[in-house]
């Protein structure tokens, strides 16, 4: 499963492609036909990618509901990480997150990812709402979900939470 926008390249990490990542980081450079940065995935994507590898085993739909590696086109490179906190749940509602590496932060790639899986969710009829939590202090999180469609819905704890319904929805990702 394969998004593109102006820039990236997003695919749904398959359950091979993850079991690899986590092992063996040229040979999952090979599988993606990218090489794979010094450094990721990050130490909290893979906290993320083994609950999703484990329910990609017990559910093969799932694709899609976890990790998506965003692949800048033109340079050949991961530049990070987005996707879904699970399948949608009975009120309709899916949670977003995304992470970007150092190197590649600022040019609006978090933006173009969010924008591009929030419309992808919006196909499937059972999605009405995408939810998304960030630390108050993260500005640069804060942008990318105003930038994204996303509006203030109450604080969670200690960090606040957005969200974005299928009327507001915006993007540029197309499914290839």
Avoid at 116 to 127: K, N
Avoid at 147 to 169: C, D, H, I
Wanted: charged share 25%; hydrophobic share 40%.
């Amino acid at each position: 499963m394969i998004l593109t926008t102006r820039r990236l390249t997003l695919i749904a990490c398959p359950l091979d492609i993850g079991q690899t990542l986590l092992e063996d980081r040229k040979r999952a450079g090979e599988l993606l036909g990218v090489p794979v940065p010094l450094g990721w995935p990050s130490r909290e994507l893979a906290e993320v990618l083994a609950p999703y590898l484990q329910e990609l085993l017990h559910d093969p739909q799932a694709l899609g509901w976890g990790v998506w590696i965003a692949i800048h086109r033109e340079a050949n490179t991961i530049v990070g990480h987005a996707g879904f906190k699970g399948r949608p749940d009975r009120d309709g509602t899916v949670e977003i997150g995304y992470g970007i590496a150092p190197p590649h932060r600022g040019r609006g790639y978090a933006t173009e990812a969010v924008e591009a899986l929030c419309r992808w969710s919006f196909t499937h009829s059972e999605v009405r709402r995408v939810v998304a939590e960030c630390a108050p202090d993260n500005a640069a999180s804060i942008r990318v979900l105003e930038k994204s469609g996303f509006r203030p819905a109450g604080v969670s704890g200690s960090l606040l939470r957005w969200e974005q319904t299928r009327v507001e929805s915006a993007g540029d990702g197309q499914a290839a």
